[in-house]
């Protein structure tokens, strides 16, 4: 599902607001977790782990991207200089 929605949440949220989505999902997930052992209510909280794994994964290589240097970037090589 992240392969098609992913970028498009990403571009739309901005890395901090993902990262606050990621972690407000994950805290209703762990605290459902905690209070309950009822199959339906875990069951409908599961979807959740994906979404946090997968939306803090895709803000992580965001900021990663962001941080490296454009001539160590290891898409293709890099811009030629111009002096």
């Known amino acids: 599902m992240f392969l098609f929605v992913g970028r498009p949440l990403l571009d739309r949220l901005g890395t901090a607001g993902a990262a606050m ?3 407000a ?21 599961e ?10 994964h895709l803000t992580c290589m965001r900021l990663l991207a962001g941080c490296i240097p454009r001539q160590v970037d290891p898409r293709g090589p890099p811009a030629p200089c111009h002096r």
Do not use: C, D, N, S
Request: hydrophobic residues 75%.
């Open 21 to 23: 989505l990621a972690a």
């Open 25 to 45: 999902a994950g805290i209703v997930r762990w605290a459902v977790m905690a209070e309950t052992a009822w199959l339906p209510a875990l069951a409908a909280i």
């Open 47 to 56: 979807p959740l782990h994906g979404l946090t794994f997968a939306l803090l």
